[in-house]
């Protein structure tokens, strides 16, 4: 992981930007991110298992307005760092458990960020109201700024802790597969509840979660 740290650190920046500051071209999405992460680190196999089962988890978030979400884009660079390597039955646990703590340092992060955007905002709104071109300029540039800012400090966190789970993570084999099932029945979850969420009116959310239980227990039976 250190030789390619350059790379995974820039890689994660423009993972963080896309989420929301510049292009956003689905890069940001935990499987995309995953996989190239994996390919950096010359493990894709790791990097699509981590990215799949952290998409899981971003199924649940539904990004509108100023809504609180994790980073999970930034999240899967990190956990793909972390596990890259293991075989997949041990490492996968491990990477997401890691990529969830970096995903929500970074939603916290960019709480934090709008927070000091908005007061930026304020303090021009003389200006602003005005329509001043300059300042609206201005204002772009150092938002952009400080999303490159956050991007960079989580992404460095993240690679932080995945070097410092590579090194110290005092997981037996037995723990590993724990962990990889508890983080699995985890995604799966959120996953479901996004779903039916999405689903809309209530009375369409019953019946898809009718007919989820019949495809279950049709699946048993058979």
């Not at 890259?84 to 960019?110: D, E, K, N, Q």
Request: charged fraction near 10%; hydrophobic fraction near 60%; aromatic fraction near 8%.
């Amino acid at each position: 992981m250190i030789d390619n740290f350059a790379w995974l650190l820039l890689w994660g920046v423009l993972v963080g930007l896309d989420l929301a500051s510049v292009a956003q071209v689905m890069i940001a999405r935990p499987f995309v991110a995953a996989v190239i992460a994996g390919l950096i680190v010359g493990d894709p196999a790791m990097g699509m298992t981590v990215g799949v089962v952290l998409e899981l988890f971003a199924f649940e978030v539904l990004p509108v307005g100023a809504s609180k979400y994790p980073d999970y884009g930034l999240g899967a660079v990190s956990g793909v760092a972390a596990a890259a390597g293991a075989p997949a039955i041990l490492g996968t646990g491990v990477g997401v458990a890691a990529g969830l703590l970096v995903a929500f340092v970074g939603g916290w992060a960019i709480h934090l960020m709008r927070i000091r955007n908005g007061g930026d905002v304020e303090r021009h709104r003389t200006q602003l109201d005005a329509g001043s071109v300059a300042v609206i300029a201005r204002l772009h540039v150092r938002c952009l700024g400080r999303d490159v800012i956050r991007c960079l400090l989580v992404t460095l966190f993240g690679l932080i802790l995945a070097w410092a789970v590579r090194q110290w993570a005092p997981l037996n084999v037995q723990g590993a597969v724990y962990l990889g099932i508890v983080t699995l029945g985890a995604a799966a979850s959120a996953a479901v509840m996004g779903v039916i969420r999405l689903a809309g009116q209530k009375s369409v959310q019953r019946w898809f979660v009718l007919g989820l239980i019949g495809g279950f227990i049709g699946v048993i039976l058979l």
